[in-house]
């Protein structure tokens, strides 16, 4: 599954960038899998299909964003600011 999912992205289709860096070497054994083949198209349509049907709440970039300072300030007088 995660050759597939590290293929997905280096094909283009997760994301628009791509982008992460190893912290040890032993994190770079995934990529024998991966390189040498690519999605064929039909492969790439049935995964679109799979995707649309069942991530019907996708996580948006807001959840990978920090948030904003004031929200952190505001965190560090009352906790429950940021649930």
Known sequence: ?????L?????GRAC???SGAPRSPEQLAPLDDVVRWTLDDE???AI???VRVHVTDPVGRRFM???PRVAL???CEDPG???
Do not use: F
């Open 1 to 5: 599954m995660l050759a597939l999912a």
């Open 7 to 11: 293929r997905w992205v280096l094909d």
């Open 16 to 18: 628009g960038a791509r």
């Open 43 to 45: 492969t790439e349509r």
């Open 48 to 50: 679109d299909d799979i």
């Open 65 to 67: 964003a920090p948030p």
């Open 73 to 75: 300030r505001h965190a």
């Open 81 to 83: 600011e940021l649930s």
